[in-house]
């Protein structure tokens, strides 16, 4: 389940929230009641295994790189 961050637009408080991609957003914030909205942040990619570089995604040929 993905983590959510959402902050509030009247305190300005921040919190995270897991939840199903089918959970409707979070609109009233825990503190003040204020209106929230989520806030849209970096993905962490990760890449593992062989194919992600030149030399690994062909066998028996090498780069001209």
């Known amino acids: 389940m993905p983590l959510y961050e959402y902050q509030c ?19 009233v914030c825990p503190e003040c009641e204020g209106e929230v ?8 990619i990760v890449f593992k295994g062989k194919g992600f570089y030149v030399n ?9 790189d």
């Open 9 to 27: 637009a009247e305190c300005g408080v921040r919190f995270e929230r897991v939840q199903k991609f089918t959970d409707k957003p979070i609109t």
């Open 56 to 64: 690994d995604s062909k066998s028996g040929r090498k780069s001209s």
């Open 37 to 44: 909205h989520r806030l849209i942040g970096p993905v962490g």
